[in-house]
């Protein structure tokens, strides 16, 4: 995984701590309860054909909650390169994520 500073376009290589997860979602509502989240509850509702985001709802606490809805999507990728990690990123060497970084 990059992780890559937009305004120096400075790169690190993180090393994954699991195994990678791909987000394969098979039904239309889907929530996160993972480890690190204990504490957080997140669901995320799509659309069934295609599976186009609808929802997203985030859970802190129980004074903290952020909505969020997605309006006007549009079919593909404008820019498929900016999924391309920077040149900078070519020398940069594998690090550990910080347990912190959660």
């Known amino acids: 995984m990059f992780q ?5 376009k400075d790169c690190s290589k993180i ?3 699991e195994a990678w ?5 098979s039904v239309q509502e889907w929530s996160d309860r993972k480890p690190a989240r204990q504490h ?3 669901v995320g509702v799509y659309t069934l054909k ?3 985001p609808v929802q997203e709802t985030y859970a802190r606490n129980s004074s903290v909650t952020t909505s969020t809805r997605f309006f006007n999507l549009q079919l593909g990728i404008s820019d498929p390169d900016v999924f391309t ?4 990123c070519q ?3 594998p690090e550990r994520m910080s347990e912190s970084g959660c």
């Open 85 to 88: 990690p920077p040149s900078t």
């Open 91 to 93: 020398s940069a060497r």
């Open 4 to 8: 890559i500073d937009q305004k120096t």
């Open 40 to 42: 957080e509850t997140w």
């Open 50 to 52: 295609d599976c186009y």
């Open 15 to 17: 090393s994954l701590t």
């Open 21 to 25: 997860d791909p987000l394969d979602i």
